[in-house]
């Protein structure tokens, strides 16, 4: 073979240009983008409105939930002001300004939240990951765990644990929330793993010596990351909409000011009736369903976009 | 004069998806006599596959046929409805067995099943129907040497060469004249692999079909059976010979690069040989060179080479047409 | 004779699944072998006849029911993880189930002097010339994602990543069957001048695993034929091919295609 032709060949093996991991990235935004841009329009107003909302709940007016506008504990039905630009979502019984209360309501629920989902993905991808590699009793006890978890009647227990504890700490809750919305998760995790795990680049891996642990954390973890992510959305949403149900039946936690325990005193504090003061129990039900909405609408545009992977 | 069954000209099939555009066939004309054993080889990707599907005249999602025509029988597939192809084409004159179709047996139906859901064309829901096709494939599937039970069974009973031969048996259900298999060997074992290509022989043999398109990246299976060879390479026909000329005495480099990169067992030597692959990969088909797609592998290449895609040329020693411009002076 | 490299004695690997581990699937039976330095021994089989078993055996990806296997006189199970896969390195079938597609091909270079060999400083010199060995430039393959390239290519890559450990003992599953034939005789080619010796590494033995007889007569010293886990024949290439005694064997044989013989078909 001459020099000129292997030059040739070398060009036309030209085997596409080196890429960063930026550029990878930027082509896939650009290929979410192109199909899903209704979606991650969407996705930006959501962030940009939690940004500003969790903004306001810093500064004043906004920052104190609890500063009473008129004091007068005599009759307290005196105090449902209703809508008017001094406050735009009146009072409520104790002459608080509800929007305040509402901004801060969204952030703690989405806080509530975000701390719910990690501790679940966190519990699913260790589960998940550390059975088929661990393998023998570590399998066994973990799928065991998983099973029992999947099938433990869930919201049962969380009215018995909520009856017999009297107290309503935000911990116990969350904890609660958190022990029994995983198993899913680490079940489809485990499966996803389990295949991972027969593909030779484990193998190859183990010819370089390295430990089980490090071959699940580093090699096959990255691979599952796109689905933790879908998991970690779903119990996000999950979470906040499981602690609306737990606090407007009553049993929830009284320390943060939620969505749920807003909808609670919705209830409690006749609200909707007798006082029919539709500005008090209407915005934050119209919260609730937009977040959950949104955080749905995200996860699905997400899951499409991850399927189109090739590999 | 022999008679043609299939006739092909300048055929084009593309790729069109986000990916670009894959010129996977691109001009090919080829004919095809009656009562031949037809080989298609060449490496993957160039273009066997999509050949067999623009010849089906139904091409799958993503290939377009984008010029040239298909005659079966003088019938123009591209010209004519699709319902026409489905009821008078498929089948009745072309049987087509898929690359992988083994695997497209459902696994949770019997055979029978699939049969009936696969005839419904033809025999529609009435029992009486039914039963007369079942009864047919029956007698088919023993003249095949399978045996009465199998359409009882379901996919997971049979071996990888019984379906096989099960998906043969029930694409030459109705005489086709024609029967196009792809890849059918490549997944089985080389007893298995023996068995159905003595399945094949026997449906010619005994007339229910004609002529056979077989394709296959194995040269050495296809040497069993085939009369007539065409290799392809990046979406052309390079050669086309008889099986003979082209293991003894290929014309193009391509086909005797290919020739001499394939690890044969050789049942009466040893492999002493040394064989040499082919160096570089096949061109990118979304942007296929101008001149000839073999030119920057090529070891005896000419300048115009490059420039110029070769017509087919009547080879120099054996006179078969080889598109290569190093025979091109005999032509004159 | 030359040195026993590798020594198979009563391997057998049993498959426990289905409920309560009660369904049993043989995947070796009783498999007795000697692989000597310097040769190339080929595994021939067809499907699920346990060629593959045995090669997860020996790189220890398995455990074996009954039977051992002795590296240079000692039971694998006992040489430290480190020092035996310095000496015995594998590639599969799949090359492109053989890369993390998270990371680029450096991921996997690199992973190899993670440990075993840490001891190497001049890592990019180490690298280049076991890519020149298997015929790839160093600036084609760093830096790229695995399906940035193609498979022969990635195979090769593998290879040379084997060869980073001047292993003594090479498995080879299946290297070629996913491989177009143009680029797969070049690697049969580079076996065997892996097994003469190369400016990086000294002589390799070879365990090549494949199912086409064809490939396993070009390249190997010897042959072993196996049959559901058993082997049914054993002895050098030319002796086994030529004048094959099991009946499986000839059997075998015959269904072979070859270029240089065409069945005979009953005529009815």
């Known amino acids: 073979m001459t020099k000129e032709m292997q030059i040739e060949l070398k060009n036309q093996e030209e085997l596409g240009i080196k890429v960063g991991i930026k550029e990878v990235i930027k082509e896939k935004y650009h290929a979410a983008m192109d199909r899903y841009k209704r979606q991650f329009i969407l996705m930006f107003v959501f962030f940009v409105a939690v940004l500003i909302i969790v903004i306001l709940t810093l500064i004043p007016p906004f920052n104190d939930p609890e500063k009473r506008y008129w004091v007068t504990q005599d009759v307290l039905l005196d105090n449902y002001a209703s809508p008017s630009l001094e406050h735009l979502l009146g009072t409520d019984q104790f002459g608080r300004d509800h929007l305040t209360r509402l901004f801060h309501a969204v952030r703690n629920s989405l806080a509530f939240g975000l701390i719910t989902g990690l501790i679940c993905t966190g519990i699913a991808v260790f589960l998940g990951v550390i059975g088929p590699f661990k393998g023998g009793v570590v399998d066994v006890t973990a799928s065991f765990i998983t099973n029992i978890a999947l099938v433990f009647p869930s919201y049962a227990f969380i009215i018995l644990i909520s009856t017999i504890l009297e107290i309503r700490e935000w911990w116990i809750t969350m904890l609660v929330i958190a022990l029994f919305s995983w198993p899913w998760a680490a079940r489809s995790i485990r499966s996803q793993v389990l295949t991972l795990k027969e593909r030779n680049f484990i193998k190859v891996s183990k010819m370089s010596s390295l430990k089980n642990m490090r071959i699940a954390f580093t090699e096959v973890l990255p691979n599952v990351l796109p689905y933790t992510l879908l998991a970690f959305i779903i119990f996000l949403g999950g979470a906040i909409l499981a602690e609306a149900g737990i606090a407007m039946i009553g049993l929830g936690q009284q320390n943060w000011l939620t969505l749920g325990l807003m909808l609670n005193h919705a209830v409690d504090y006749g609200w909707i009736f007798p006082s029919f003061s539709y500005w008090l129990w209407l915005p934050p039900g119209i919260c609730l369903i937009l977040i959950v909405l949104t955080f749905f609408i995200i996860q699905a545009s997400l899951s499409k976009t991850f399927e189109q992977r090739k590999v | ?332 | 004779m030359e040195n026993e490299t590798l020594k198979i004695q009563n391997l057998t690997k049993i498959y426990k699944s289905g409920l309560l581990r009660s369904k049993e699937t043989i995947g070796v039976n009783n498999a007795s072998f000697t692989l000597y330095s310097g040769e190339i021994l080929s595994l021939v089989g067809e499907s699920g006849s346990g060629k593959s078993t045995i090669a997860n055996l020996i790189l220890r990806f398995i455990q074996p029911t009954e039977g051992k296997i002795f590296y240079e006189g000692n039971e694998i199970q006992e040489i430290p993880t480190i020092d035996y896969y310095k000496n015995v390195q594998g590639i599969f079938q799949d090359p492109y189930s053989s890369f993390n597609y998270f990371y680029r091909i450096d991921h996997m270079l690199k992973q190899a002097f993670k440990y075993t060999l840490k001891g190497i400083t001049n890592r990019r010199k180490a690298l280049e010339s076991t890519l020149s060995i298997v015929g790839l430039n160093t600036e084609d393959i760093l830096g790229r994602f695995p399906h940035q390239i193609s498979g022969g290519q990635l195979q090769r890559v593998l290879i040379a990543r084997a060869l980073l450990f001047k292993p003594k003992l090479l498995i080879a599953d299946e290297p070629t069957s996913m491989i177009d034939s143009s680029s797969r005789a070049d690697i049969l080619n580079l076996f065997k001048e892996l097994k003469e010796g190369t400016t990086y590494t000294e002589g390799i033995s070879i365990i090549f695993i494949t199912h086409d007889i064809g490939q396993a007569q070009y390249i190997s010293d010897r042959v072993l034929i196996m049959k559901e886990g058993r082997i049914v024949e054993e002895g050098e290439t030319e002796d086994v091919f030529l004048n094959p005694d099991h009946p499986y064997t000839k059997n075998l044989l015959a269904c072979v295609p070859s270029i240089y013989r065409k069945w005979e078909f009953d005529e009815e």
């Open chain 2, 1 to 332: 004069m022999t008679e043609q069954v299939i006739k092909i000209e300048d055929l084009k099939g593309y790729y069109r998806g986000s990916f670009g555009v894959v010129h996977a066939v691109d001009g090919v004309s080829l004919s095809v006599n009656k009562g031949d054993i037809m080989g298609i080889a060449g490496e993957s990707g160039c273009g066997k596959t999509s050949l067999a599907e623009l010849i089906t005249g139904r091409p799958i999602q993503l290939l377009h046929h984008e010029g040239g025509q298909v005659y079966i029988n003088d019938l123009s597939i591209y010209e004519v409805d699709e319902e026409v192809i489905r009821k008078e084409i498929l089948c009745k004159v072309l049987g087509y067995v898929p690359q992988a179709s083994l695997n497209s047996l459902n696994p949770v139906k019997r055979i029978r099943a699939f049969i009936l859901d696969a005839m419904r064309e033809r025999v529609g829901t009435k029992a009486k129907n039914k039963q007369k096709v079942l009864d047919r494939v029956v007698e088919h599937f023993k003249k095949l040497g399978l045996e009465e039970s199998v359409i009882d069974k379901y996919p997971h009973e049979l071996s990888g060469g019984m379906k096989q031969r099960v998906v043969v048996g029930i694409s030459s259900l109705w005489n086709p004249l024609i029967l196009l298999v792809d890849e059918p060997t490549s997944a089985l074992d080389v007893t298995t692999q023996q068995l159905l290509i003595e399945t094949l022989m026997h449906l010619k043999k005994t007339g229910i079909v004609e002529t056979i398109l077989f394709i296959s990246h194995d040269i050495p299976t296809l040497a069993q059976i085939c009369s007539v060879c065409i290799i392809m390479y990046a979406g052309k026909i390079v050669e086309q010979a008889s099986m003979d000329d082209i293991i003894n005495n290929p014309q193009h480099p391509y086909t005797k690069m290919l020739i001499n990169s394939i690890a044969c067992f050789n049942p009466d030597g040893s492999a002493e040989t040394r064989l040499e692959g082919i160096p570089g990969r096949p061109p990118d088909l979304k942007n296929p060179p101008k001149g000839c797609r073999f030119y920057p592998r090529c070891p005896s290449r000419l300048e115009k080479c490059k420039e110029n895609y070769p017509p087919f040329f009547t080879s120099r020693t054996n006179s078969n047409p080889v598109a290569c411009w190093l025979h091109e002076e005999v032509s004159h």
